[in-house]
């Protein structure tokens, strides 16, 4: 009788319960997990890699604009896992209300609802685009005889305080933590990159029933109680979008082809110029110099410049005389005459520049320069009207 072999499913977690106060103002209408990185969700990246790797069974801890993230991802079924959601908080007059946990007591109550994690399973932030061979990991992972594992990257020394700094010995045991050191003071230049790599054990050390987080409580305690613990530095493509500034970056990176595992969507209309669906614009009439990338239903006035890296999402209106200069501007966004963005990122109401600092241009009575593009304007709409009027007199 031949034998049944037996289907082993591989788990996985993505911590997406965040309010992602770092990356406002775009998180204040989108969760961290589905802010896109040219139209298309990092989250999207991160299953993507997951399936690659056959880790099918997906748990995602959700709570600040759960909704959102549950109604795009749903069962997970169009990406080829399977997906289900830990909601963290509660109902308030009928409104939803985050309350999140922190990573490590999202991974405790998963357990505690239905105990879960039963084999070596992969824990990523929902905030990073990586490209990193995840089977490899979990080998050198299980070599070692580890409860937890940190994928560590290596920085130069000069850039060690914009990361949380991990210290080993020689043989990889993990020793201490830095959190952002000065130059001077830094042990180490491998960082940690926010990739676990856990044993079911672990939920051992994590009390129930309260908030309790990954690395400032979890892996202090691990270290203190002297569990095998370790990290594995790994080179690979790992770029953060924990912050406005990053995100900035990351679509730079793209734009340039700096980040290999995401390519640019839509048609290449010029050298360096993508486009999507039905850009109205005259190219002879706009100057536009790539890299650069315009999303569908976007309309492009005769006399404006565009020089990228730069994004341009779509249905947006770039008025005649306006420049964007290595900026992103995301959908529906109406640049006015005369606007010149330089090193900004404009999103809805505010225009961010490249440290972070927003504007909002409502509250700055800016927002004759930078409104919705889904919003009429009554000089337009005179000229609308006046050009109705020459069409029915020539009727007549």
């Not at 007591?105 to 905030?127: A, M, S």
């Not at 850009?279 to 005769?302: C, F, L, R, S």
């Amino acid at each position: 009788m031949a034998k049944i072999e037996e289907i082993v499913f591989m788990k996985a977690m993505i911590l997406a319960a965040g309010k992602g106060t770092r990356v406002r103002p775009i998180t204040h209408t989108i969760p961290k997990p589905l802010i896109p990185i040219l139209q298309k969700p990092v989250m999207e990246f991160l299953l993507e890699l997951l399936r690659k790797h056959g880790f099918d069974q997906i748990m995602v801890n959700v709570s600040h604009l759960a909704e959102e993230i549950e109604s795009y991802f749903r069962d997970g079924q169009r990406f080829g896992v399977q997906i289900a959601y830990s909601f963290e908080g509660k109902i308030v007059d009928g409104d939803l209300v985050g309350e999140a946990l922190g990573s490590a007591g999202g991974l405790r109550r998963i357990q505690d609802f239905n105990p879960f994690f039963d084999d070596t399973f992969i824990v990523l932030c929902g905030d990073a685009l990586i490209d990193l061979d995840l089977t490899a990991a979990v080998k050198c992972h299980k070599e070692k005889g580890a409860i937890a594992t940190i994928i560590t990257k290596s920085v130069p020394k000069e850039v060690v305080s914009s990361y949380g700094v991990v210290v080993t010995d020689e043989e990889g045991r993990i020793k201490a933590f830095q959190e952002k050191p000065s130059v001077d003071e830094a042990l180490s230049t491998k960082i940690n990159t926010g990739i676990y790599i856990f044993e079911p054990e672990i939920i051992n050390y994590i009390p129930p029933n309260q908030k309790y987080d990954i690395g400032g409580e979890l892996f202090p305690r691990l270290v203190e109680k002297g569990a095998p613990f370790y990290a594995v530095n790994m080179d690979f493509e790992w770029v953060d979008i924990g912050k406005v500034p990053d995100y900035w970056h990351a679509i730079r990176g793209v734009l340039q082809r700096e980040i290999k595992n995401v390519q640019i969507p839509g048609i290449e209309v010029k050298p360096g110029i993508y486009t999507g669906l039905n850009v109205a614009v005259n190219w002879d009439k706009v100057n536009i110099q790539g890299p650069v990338y315009i999303g569908g239903m976007t309309h492009i006035e005769d006399g404006a410049t565009i020089i990228g890296p730069s994004m341009i999402g779509p249905n947006c209106w770039i008025c005649s005389g306006a420049t964007v200069d290595n900026s992103v501007i995301f959908e529906y966004s109406r640049l006015g005459p005369g606007v010149r963005l330089v090193d900004k990122l404009v999103f809805g109401r505010y225009c961010v520049d490249k440290t972070g600092a927003a504007i909002d241009v409502q509250a700055a009575a800016l927002d004759w320069l930078i409104t919705d593009s889904r919003q009429s304007f009554p000089h337009e709409d005179q000229v609308q009207q006046k050009a109705i009027a020459e069409l029915l007199n020539q009727d007549r």
